[in-house]
């Protein structure tokens, strides 16, 4: 009898210790992007930058170039590029540059923008108060549009001795042809309905 109660423990323990895993499982999956995220801004992985209301407008007696770089993908038929191929930052201080992007087709095209920052150790530091990315833009033919970008450059830079060598951030955005995108676009010129405004 003893025995029996062993084995059934056992196999009750088994179970439960499955189901466990199992949850613990279905719970990485549902945070894993959220978690990653989180990483990222806190560490600046991957060049991730950060996110911010408003820049703290304290100079940290530092200047920096930051560069700016533009990439579409040829499924895409827009010319997209910065107004400004650079400009000198004072770390601290908030400044406001724009991507320009004109539809080359003769038909509606949505497209949405990633970003990524180099070098990627910069990411942490490199701090955008309003930008584009990840917000479908659809232009109408030959529409062109200003995308403005908001920007600060963390003064904690100063401090960061990984950073020392850094005399120049590159902020890259690439834009692809949004998912779906055909058909919406058709439905929206079949129905004469306007592309919405463009976020900032």
């Not at 004109?102 to 530091?125: Q, W």
């Not at 930008?131 to 450059?153: A, N």
């Not at 850094?166 to 004469?192: H, N, Q």
């Amino acid at each position: 009898m003893a025995a029996r109660g062993s084995l059934a423990r056992g196999k009750r323990n088994t179970v439960l210790g499955v189901l466990a895993i199992l949850s613990g499982m279905t719970l990485l999956v549902v945070y894993a992007v959220p978690l990653y995220d989180l990483f990222c801004r806190a560490t600046g992985f991957g060049g991730t930058t950060q996110r911010a209301a408003a820049a703290p407008e304290a100079a940290g007696g530092r200047t920096m170039t930051v560069r700016f770089v533009a990439n579409t993908n040829p499924n895409l038929p827009w010319r997209f590029q910065p107004e400004v191929d650079s400009v000198r930052v004072a770390v601290g201080k908030r400044r406001l540059i724009a991507y320009s992007a004109r539809n080359l087709d003769d038909s509606e095209t949505t497209g949405i923008a990633t970003f990524n920052v180099t070098p990627a150790k910069a990411g942490v530091y490199f701090t955008k108060i309003a930008c584009f990315c990840f917000d479908e833009q659809t232009l109408k033919p030959g529409q062109t549009v200003s995308m403005p970008v908001s920007f600060f450059i963390d003064p904690a830079i100063a401090k960061d001795r990984n950073l020392r060598d850094v005399e120049t951030i590159t902020l890259s955005y690439t834009f692809f042809r949004a998912a779906g995108s055909d058909a919406k676009d058709l439905a929206r010129a079949g129905d004469g309905t306007t592309p919405r405004a463009i976020r900032n």
